[in-house]
């Protein structure tokens, strides 16, 4: 079992930054694959962006590349996703997933955080 916390969310005016916090306790973290997906009213949950159990690879929505970055710290077993140049349809409830190896690339997670707010103004 692995319990994920997310913190980080508010509101924020279009063009600015948030960073997003993953804080993962329970088994190995360095074991799993991560990843953050969002959920915007009325719309399906869609994965943002992706990162292998290393934290050497790494893969990000179309939406969202080049404006936000994710990396994780396995000694302090955080996940955390930069995120910047922020737009209104960014505006989401923000969440922290963890998954075997094969998660990276399958969008397979078995863990999931409660959610984070995110708001951005226009």
């Known amino acids: 079992q692995v319990q994920l916390v997310e913190s980080g969310g508010g509101l924020v005016q279009a063009g600015g930054s948030l960073r997003l916090s993953c804080a993962a306790s329970?088994?190995?973290?360095?074991?799993?694959?991560m990843g953050w997906f969002r959920q915007a009213p009325g719309k399906e949950r869609e994965v943002v962006a992706a990162?292998?159990?290393?934290?050497?690879?790494?893969r990000y929505a179309d939406s969202v590349k080049d404006r936000f970055t994710i990396s994780r710290d396995n000694d302090k077993n955080m996940v955390y996703l930069q995120m910047n140049t922020l737009k209104p349809e960014d505006t989401a409830v923000y969440y922290c997933?963890?998954?075997?190896?094969?998660?990276?690339?399958?969008?397979?997670?078995?863990?999931w955080g409660q959610g984070t707010q995110v708001t951005v103004s226009s």
């Open positions: 329970g088994r190995t973290f360095s074991n799993y694959a």
């Open positions: 990162i292998s159990l290393s934290g050497v690879s790494t």
């Open positions: 997933a963890a998954g075997p190896r094969g998660a990276y690339v399958s969008d397979n997670y078995i863990y």
